[in-house]
């Protein structure tokens, strides 16, 4: 099956923004019937395009708030991205060619655009347009930097400068460009319709960071430099106060990083590490304001309560929003969009032991929720004047062509909503009673001046001021930031000097240490942090001293940052001040992932010392999890002589309670050593030791592990399962198979197969994958929805059809992922893929696991 250029396009857009955040799914019954709509037609109200008078008053908004347009088209068309300069202008990113009609016809089409709307006689509302940047195809990111701005246009990230003042971009640099799959046309199966990167964002660390990307960027002095970091989501991307980031996949609203990407992934041989990708929603339900029965699968019982989205299907751009303009219970809340649910959800964040948890405060209600269908909130800021601004897409169709259902089409054919096209709008809300006035004109103020709205309580403000301050490099601002990380009477104001100061080089060992004794807990945490940077000197011994000294602190995110901070010191006295932190700091829930990630390849060292120590001779809580996460690294690093050695640890100790929780740690790596069990140089006497303890609960344990561990002579031992060779044309397609996966499963599944939780499941050791190709090839060919059971554990997924692939490229990809990552399944052929495809070719509805489990 052979794709044109023009769909090839096509098919890299489907899920590129919240555009695609909508259901992806199954196109009809599998007898290939169009299903009807549960909502009765006469039920359906109708869905024109409103003018901006009427759209206003379709709006169900929470009592003490009004809601305001400050720019429609034309002045804006198909807004998907906006965020305000230092000058208080709405800068636009426009995705003009998204789906122009319900073939997508022309969408690769350079026509989207970057605009600067600006509010000229001061009444709140953006009243002219410039476009600074043109000849775009479908852009989606866009962030202010180094006097220009970073856009992204998959495959591209632009910086876009303009450097004559006559407010159009003149300089265009390419900073990355992998910036999403770019569409071949000699190979147009590398394309990904599922995810492309977007929302760039300024981190708190000097970072920018970006959604659905694993690259950040630094800007230093007009040198990129660029850093690796994790996946995150889908469409959108925020911070706390603290620099966690925020993100959300379509049906999972918040998710977020507790534990910075930079720590978590450092030792390879915790497999269980937890603090990235942690989920933050107490539950997923929604209360639209009118019925949906234009939604991908607005047919199935599931997905509608009376009529009603009952669940995120489209859930985008978590949004942590800090103003003074409203009231101070509104501080630090996180808005999410449902734009297939024509809805803004507010969630109130609380945190109890370091973890985080978003509530809706509303019974059966929404903050925002609208009766227009066409209503679609894909974005949020906050402006210089304190109120959240909403960027409405404004549209009929939000579902992508590639994904959209028979069902779906029929629904926006059948109703107009695929007329008209370039609409959109920005509206702000605001408190009643309160005045919205921005007041920014940051280039008519000097760098000492913007040290000053470091402090602000609107983060606007403070992450403006500090990203200039960085981006200048004045000498001059020094000694003043200096002097408000310490004495300021704000305690963000000290925060974000530090972070200033660090930005610019510039934080000295002397102030980084006296911010180590503030009394606001987020600035020592942070000051911590930024001591890692004193390490490589020669007053290390020093620094760590002081570090020491906070081992008591009570609170939580000094806990958990001074445990990762000490693993960056490689340093045996270090590792034990951190590990005793499971005996005299107990409030963070991270608190045992830190030590773990900290302590690469002086697992076992710490094991020893932990035993023979007095207060670890009773392990619980988390002293019990830190011990059996120790062992378990030991064991998954494979190497003969220290399992060995862990081994004699064990029997040798004679305390229970430590040989239990070292035991389950071993037993917990099960799922790697049964397949693959460690090879060790000769029987280890300590097994026999631990098998035939007097203690029943060590003697059972130490039977069970028994079956992870192999060597020569071992009675009873199962041979080796002999995984036949791939033959040289089986190797062929293995080899063609693997950028295949990369450009198109990995973005849910990852690179390493262990799949992303709340997103996708994990390709390694799956029953799915490594069991009958009959169903795997299914799976592949038409899709599957959940719910469905991968290695004992449930998901409620919907994978997309990978049908656009032809016969010999599906074989690569699955054959692929039945032999990578230590799999040792059976390779496909093209042939079966083509017989498969035969037998279902009427069939264009996703698998259930049900169906699938019918079939052997």
């Known amino acids: 099956m052979k794709l044109s250029f023009r769909r090839t396009v096509l098919t890299f857009l489907a899920a590129t923004c919240p555009l695609a955040q909508a259901q992806i799914g199954d196109k009809s019954d599998k007898r290939g019937e169009v299903q009807k709509s549960l909502v009765p037609r006469e039920l359906i109200p109708p869905s024109p395009a409103l003018s901006v008078v009427d759209a206003l008053k379709s709006f169900k908004l929470q009592p003490g708030f009004h809601i305001e347009c400050v720019a429609s088209e034309p002045l804006v068309e198909d807004p998907v991205v906006a965020q305000f300069d230092p ?258 959800r507010r969630n109130i964040l609380s945190e109890t032991n370091g973890a985080v948890l978003g509530k809706n405060p509303y019974d059966k209600a929404e903050f925002l929720a609208s009766t227009d269908e066409r209503f679609r909130p894909v974005h949020f800021t906050t402006g210089p004047d304190g109120a959240l601004y909403i960027v409405d897409l404004y549209r009929g169709v939000l579902q992508h062509r590639i994904s959209l259902t028979t069902y779906l089409r029929n629904q926006s054919a059948e109703r107009n909503l695929d007329k008209p096209i370039h609409l959109g709008r920005i509206y702000r809300v605001v408190p009643d009673g309160r005045d919205a006035m921005n007041k920014a004109h940051f280039s008519v103020e000097s760098p000492l001046q913007w040290i000053d709205h470091l402090s602000h309580s609107n983060d606007w403000w403070r992450f403006t001021a500090q990203r200039l301050l960085v981006e200048k490099h004045d000498p001059v601002t020094i000694p003043a930031l200096k002097s408000l990380a310490l004495n300021g009477a704000q305690p963000l104001g000290r925060l974000h000097a530090l972070w200033t100061l660090d930005g610019l080089k510039a934080l000295d060992q002397s102030t980084a240490q006296k911010a180590l004794t503030d009394k606001d807990a987020r600035v020592r945490a942070a000051a911590m942090r930024l001591c890692e940077n004193f390490f490589d000197s020669e007053e290390k011994a020093e620094v760590l001293n002081k570090l020491f000294a906070l081992k008591t602190d009570a609170a939580p995110e000094v806990q958990l940052q001074l445990a990762l901070t000490l693993g960056e010191a490689h340093d045996p006295q270090a590792d034990f001040v951190l590990a005793n932190l499971a005996t005299t700091a107990q409030t963070n829930a991270f608190l045992p992932d830190a030590i773990l990630s900290s302590v690469h390849g002086r697992e076992l060292e710490l094991l020893r010392k932990l035993v023979s120590t007095l207060d670890w001779k009773k392990p619980q809580g988390m002293q019990a999890r830190v011990l059996s996460g120790l062992a378990a690294c030991v064991v998954i690093q494979r190497q003969p002589e220290r399992v060995q050695q862990l081994l004699a640890l064990i029997a040798d100790c004679g305390i229970a309670a430590q040989q239990q929780s070292l035991l389950d740690g071993i037993a917990s790596t099960a799922g790697v050593t049964t ?39 071992k009675p009873g031992a199962k041979p080796e399962p002999v995984i036949p060779p791939l033959t040289t044309e089986q190797q062929k397609r293995f080899e063609a198979g693997k950028p295949l996966f990369l450009g198109s499963c990995a973005a849910c599944h990852q690179s390493h197969g262990m799949g992303m939780e709340g997103l996708a499941p994990p390709l390694v050791d799956s029953e799915w994958v490594l069991g009958s190709e009959q169903r795997l090839v299914r799976i592949a060919l038409n899709g599957l929805h959940g719910p469905i059971k991968v290695n004992g554990k449930g998901y409620q997924l919907d994978m997309p059809s990978m049908g656009l692939f032809d016969d010999e490229q599906l074989a690569a990809i699955l054959t692929y992922i039945r032999r990578e990552w230590d799999n040792g399944g059976s390779p496909v052929d093209s042939a079966t893929v083509k017989a498969i495809r035969a037998a279902n070719a009427k069939r264009q509805e996703a698998w259930s696991s049900d169906e699938l489990l019918k079939i052997q």
């Not at 220009?148 to 971009?169: E, I, M, Q, S, W």
């Not at 930079?262 to 107490?282: C, D, K, M, S």
């Not at 460690?678 to 007097?694: E, F, H, M, N, S």
């Open 87 to 344: 000058d208080g202008r709405l800068w636009v990113v426009e995705m003009r060619g998204f789906m122009p009609d319900l073939d997508g016809n022309g969408e690769d089409a350079p026509v989207g655009r970057v605009v600067v709307l600006t509010d000229t006689d001061g009444d709140g509302k953006m009243d002219k347009s410039t476009v600074f940047a043109d000849g775009l195809v479908l852009p989606r990111a866009l962030a202010f930097v180094g006097g220009g701005v970073l856009v992204g246009a998959p495959p591209h990230l632009y910086f876009l400068r303009d450097t004559n003042g006559d407010g159009k971009a003149d300089e265009k640099i390419e900073i990355a460009s992998d910036f999403g799959v770019a569409v071949d046309p000699k190979r147009p199966e590398l394309a990904n319709p599922e995810r492309e990167p977007n929302s760039l964002l300024w981190g708190i660390d000097n970072w920018i960071y970006g959604a659905a990307y694993m690259t950040r960027f630094k800007y230093d002095q007009g040198e990129w430099k660029h850093g690796v970091t994790i996946f995150r989501g889908q469409w959108g991307l925020s911070q706390d106060e603290n620099g966690r980031l925020f993100y959300n996949s379509n049906s999972d609203q918040l998710r977020y990083d507790a534990i910075p990407s930079t720590y978590i992934g450092r030792n390879p041989n915790f497999l269980q590490a937890h603090g990235n990708n942690v989920n933050a929603a107490e539950n997923q339900f929604v209360w639209p304001a009118r019925v949906n029965p234009g939604i991908n699968r607005g047919y199935r019982p599931d997905m509608l309560r009376d009529g009603r989205l009952k669940e995120y299907t489209a859930a985008c751009s978590p949004y942590v929003f800090y103003s003074d303009l409203f009231p101070q219970e509104f501080y630090g809340n996180v808005f999410v969009a449902e734009p297939a649910g024509n809805l803004v």
């Open 675 to 713: 397949k693959k069990p460690v090879k060790l140089a000769k029987a280890p006497q300590a097994l026999t030791v631990l098998a035939g303890d007097t203690n029943d609960k060590i003697s059972t344990r130490g039977k069970k592990i028994s079956a992870l561990f192999t060597w020569a002579g």
